[in-house]
């Protein structure tokens, strides 16, 4: 799935990186917070990228499409909580056609599970003390 999200589908690059992101931070794995971040680096500012947990509260910061991918993302990682409501799909199908909502919600959802692995399995992190 990594793959073909990252390889066969038009969303950019920057977004999915964006959408890895924001789904490990709310999972908690530092490998993949470590390696997106790293990622992100190439093409955002880091002054964007440390504002991604609160990136509801600077719209300025990001475009449209970007803004309706986090919440997205944020509503599939938190689905017992959100259920993902039709309000949400209704938000995020506004600005996806349906194939690139379809590889959004496939770029979520193989974030997720390779977080339930990378964090209980403690994958190593780049970063240094």
């Keep these: 799935m990594h793959h073909y999200v990252t390889a066969k589908t038009d969303l950019p690059d920057e977004l ?9 931070q709310i999972n908690g794995c530092a490998h993949s917070i470590d390696l997106h971040t ?17 990136w509801s509260e600077v719209p300025q910061l990001f475009p449209d499409t970007y803004r309706a991918a986090l919440a997205w993302a944020e509503e599939v ?13 209704a938000a995020v199908a506004a600005a996806f056609g ?9 770029a ?19 970063a240094q003390a």
């Design 16 to 24: 999915v990186h964006l959408v890895f992101l924001r789904v490990s």
């Design 38 to 54: 790293r990622d992100l680096l190439k093409t955002m500012p880091i002054d964007k990228i440390v504002l991604v947990p609160v």
């Design 77 to 89: 990682t938190l689905l017992s909580d959100t259920h993902a409501s039709d309000e949400a799909y």
């Design 98 to 106: 349906p194939k690139d909502l379809v590889d959004l919600t496939i």
């Design 108 to 126: 979520i959802a193989a974030m997720n599970a390779f977080n339930r692995l990378g964090a209980p399995f403690r994958l190593p992190v780049k």
